[in-house]
């Protein structure tokens, strides 16, 4: 009887003792696996979220202890121009009280650990006095301005955008005589770093404080870049508004010393495609006896610049309309940075009616743009009632049909 009790309370310990080590087996995995870099482009921080991946596990990750932030605030000095994040509305705006100006005297004595000197770069006492001197004619003509800092990190490798906020945006909405602004930011020429703020409500001086931190980014290619920023307001119903852009070539600004505040005033965007839209190669063909229409998307040619980075990534949407209701839609493939796509894809449309009287097909240019709307940059209708080489490609195919015919035409405004 004593042998089969021992061994039950053996067997007991051993199974307690490997229960215990898998367990711990288990943790040691799991804390291995949360102290890796995890494989970030860039991390997005909203108001002074740490911006390195290591530190986002640490305790600090919503900020600091409360100790540590009163010493943060007694150390600063009290003419320093920063941000006051406890004087915010509950949409994150500042109150749109008047700025008390500050003297010269006062704004010699900061020290250069906070912003670095630039005679047009940074924050002087005559931008102040411009930005709060201006008359209510003045303001209607301005798009406002834009607050951001720069920063490069050696140690990371890290290139650091901080966009701060925006004042004195003009008002979008007629009715309610405001806007829903945000920003989307890109690093040309390649455009491979797209990023976007949030949207805030009904506000004119929207106050973002949204850091976007870009890995991988040698220091010495710094100055090769050009930074984009593009103020909107959000619509729901219909495109968002474009407020305007901000343009930054980094050349010739020095980052080697620490952080930059910088404040660059909106101007409106730059619409040089408007005078041209480039040209579409379409072939169409009418089948009477199969009561078919075919499409054939060739070519473009002389696209527009559809932003600062030179090229587009057009691709061509194509809409058939019955009695001018939408009943069939296709799209080709993007090409990408290219002014010249050539496309050669073939679409077949079934005709709900005999004949092409109330038959109407569009064609709709656009660029394609990862992570936000895809903007148009030119429009092309065929039919009955278009006009100029539309009108007549359509009424060729009515006459000939069998026959495959294509023609080059004019791209409109979208």
């Known amino acids: 009887d004593e042998i089969p009790t021992v061994v039950g309370i053996f067997s007991a310990f051993g199974l307690v003792f490997s229960v215990s080590l898998f367990a711990w087996i288990c943790c040691q995995r799991k804390s291995s696996k949360s102290n890796k870099t995890p494989p970030y482009k860039f991390v997005h921080v909203l108001k002074g979220v740490d911006i390195y991946p290591e530190n986002l596990n640490s305790k600090k990750k919503f900020g600091a202890d409360d100790k540590s932030e009163s010493k943060n605030k007694s150390s600063m000095p009290k003419n ?3 941000l006051d994040l406890e004087k915010r509305d509950l949409n994150g705006n500042f ?5 008390k100006i500050q003297s010269s005297s006062d704004l010699e004595n900061l020290s250069p650990k906070h912003f670095a000197e630039k005679k047009k770069d940074s924050v002087s006492p005559d931008s102040l006095k411009s930005i709060t001197s201006l008359s209510s004619e003045d303001k209607q003509d301005k798009l406002g301005t834009l607050f951001f800092s720069l920063e490069y990190n050696f140690e990371k490798k890290a290139f650091v955008v901080n966009i701060k906020e925006a004042r ?5 909405d007629e009715q309610s005589m405001t806007s829903d602004p945000y920003i989307k930011m890109t690093i040309l020429p390649e455009k491979k770093h797209k990023v976007k703020t949030r949207v805030l409500r009904k506000t004119l001086d929207p106050a973002f404080d949204e850091t976007f931190t870009f890995y991988g980014i040698p220091y010495s290619q710094i100055q090769d870049l050009t930074l984009h920023f593009t103020i909107l307001s959000f619509d729901r119903f219909s495109r968002d508004d474009v407020i305007g852009e901000v343009l930054i ?4 600004i020095e ?4 952080r930059l505040l910088m404040d660059r005033e909106i101007i409106k965007r730059n619409v040089r495609k408007s005078s041209g839209r480039g040209e579409l190669l379409i072939s169409l063909c009418y089948q009477s006896t199969t009561n078919t229409l075919t499409v054939v998307v060739l070519k473009a040619r002389h696209l527009p610049k559809s932003d600062v980075s030179g090229l587009s990534d057009p691709y061509v949407k194509v809409n058939l309309y019955h009695a001018k209701k939408r009943i069939s839609k296709k799209k080709t493939h993007v090409k990408k940075c290219t002014p010249n796509a050539v496309f050669n894809e073939l679409f077949v449309f079934d005709i709900p009616c005999e004949g092409l009287d109330d038959i109407s097909i569009e064609f709709l240019v656009l660029d394609s743009d990862r992570g936000s709307r895809n903007e148009v940059i030119g429009r092309l209708t065929l039919g009955c009632s278009a006009e100029g080489t539309g009108g007549e490609h359509w009424k060729e195919i009515c006459e000939y049909p069998r026959r495959q015919i294509a023609k080059w035409h004019m791209l409109c405004d979208g």
């Open 168 to 172: 004195g945006l003009p008002a979008m």
């Open 255 to 258: 980052l080697s010393e620490g």
């Open 80 to 82: 320093s121009l920063h």
């Open 95 to 99: 109150p749109k009280a008047t700025p």
């Open 249 to 252: 070539p980094l050349a010739g």
